[in-house]
């Protein structure tokens, strides 16, 4: 006879990040779910390129950019967001003015 499955998250979660937004935005809410869920632990790799979760053993990924078709995994987009770069001196476009 088996036990019921636990209702508290258990073991080793693998992450892909890319780099720059891995350190700066998506970090800092693992170490928050680590800490509400003491009895998880992440291994957390941080690449530009894009892995095979499945030949790599990857739980989770996180990418920057249209997903490569792969029937085996799903795919979600997470967030769309455009940055806008402009000279200092410039003003605020009217769409950014209405933004900010």
Do not use: N
């Not at 095979?52 to 085996?72: H, Q």
């Amino acid at each position: 006879m088996t036990s019921p499955p636990s209702a508290t998250p258990t073991g080793t979660l693998r992450i892909s990040l890319p780099i720059a937004l891995g350190h700066r935005q998506v970090l800092p809410v693992i170490e928050s779910f680590l800490e509400s869920w003491p009895a998880v632990t992440a291994e957390v790799s941080f690449t530009d390129r894009f892995v095979d979760l499945v030949d790599e053993g990857f739980d989770i990924a996180v990418r920057v950019g249209e997903p490569k078709p792969d029937f085996r995994l799903i795919a979600r987009t997470v967030r769309r967001f455009i940055d806008c770069l402009f000279d200092a001196w410039q003003p605020l476009p009217p769409w950014e003015r209405e933004i900010a």
